[in-house]
Nanobody
Framework: QLQLVESGGGLVQPGGSLRLSCAAS????????IGWFRQAPGKEREGVSC????????YYPDSVKGRFLISRDNTKNTVYLQMNSLKAEDTAVYYC??????????????????????WGKGTLVTVSS
């Protein structure tokens, strides 16, 4: 079965850190660009970071730039999202998604992500004191 599985979410205080993982099973992640998205209650899904297949190119929107860091370990078939200096407004369900094209994935950061090939089921991040 081809799937992505996110993990690492949880409850953290403002200013704290979390590292999310996105692991692939049934296919080789190194052939895909990966995007991280989030959706807060009552809000539209938004992209928070993406990385190309080799890890040499990344993108962050202004909302998380300087606080989030995306990386990947293709030997472990896993992509990571290190989230630092977390704020209450970062509270959301975080999803990872895969697509062969980094260009497409980069465009998907603006919200037009319906064409991503694979999606995980999400992991909840709650930032609260």
């Amino acid at each position: 079965q081809l799937q992505l599985v996110e993990s690492g979410g949880g409850l953290v205080q403002p200013g704290g850190s979390l590292r999310l993982s996105c692991a692939a099973s049934g296919f080789t992640l190194e052939n895909y660009a990966i995007g991280w998205f989030r959706q807060a209650p009552g809000k539209e899904r938004e992209g928070v970071s993406c990385i190309n297949s080799s890890g040499g190119e990344t993108y962050y929107p202004d909302s998380v730039k300087g606080r989030f860091l995306i990386s990947r370990d293709n030997t472990k078939n896993t992509v990571y999202l290190q989230m630092n200096s977390l704020k209450a407004e970062d509270t959301a369900v975080y999803y990872c998604a895969a697509h062969p094209s980094f260009v497409y994935t980069r465009v998907a950061m603006s919200g037009r992500a319906s064409g991503m090939d694979y999606w995980g089921k999400g992991t909840l991040v709650t930032v609260s004191s």
